[in-house]
């Protein structure tokens, strides 16, 4: 019995190394789990540049269209093709362009 009782708190205290250790490695914030959010960063943060490329965009678009920078041959742009109409005295020539068929829109823009 005396030699259990020596052996026992060595044994007790490998075993919450192991434990620790093993949490350390395989739990859900694990080192392990450490290169899956890195990839989720940087996954997350290629998003974040187009979401503020299109932002910036849409701010420069609109600028264009505010009441102290009105751009009037910008809002005729945009009506002729969001409306599809031109003057009868306009000169219109039509051609076949690669067009991404989910934005309509003749501006660049990087939103999609």
């Not at 020596?6 to 093993?22: E, H, N, Q, R, T």
């Not at 940087?42 to 974040?48: C, H, P």
């Not at 000169?91 to 999609?112: D, E, G, M």
């Amino acid at each position: 019995m005396s030699r259990f009782k020596k052996v026992l708190p060595i044994v007790g205290f490998i075993w919450v190394i192991v434990y620790f250790a093993f949490h350390a490695f395989t739990g859900e914030q694990g080192m392990r789990n450490l290169l899956v959010y890195q990839q989720r960063e940087r996954v997350l943060g290629q998003q974040l540049a187009q979401l503020q490329a299109c932002r910036q965009s849409y701010e420069r678009r609109i600028a264009l269209l505010s009441d102290k920078n009105l751009d009037l041959d910008y809002l005729e742009e945009r009506a002729h093709a969001v409306l599809a109409l031109a003057d009868p005295k306009d000169i219109v020539l039509t051609y076949k362009a690669k067009t991404n068929t989910k934005n309509h829109n003749t501006a660049a823009s990087p939103c999609s």
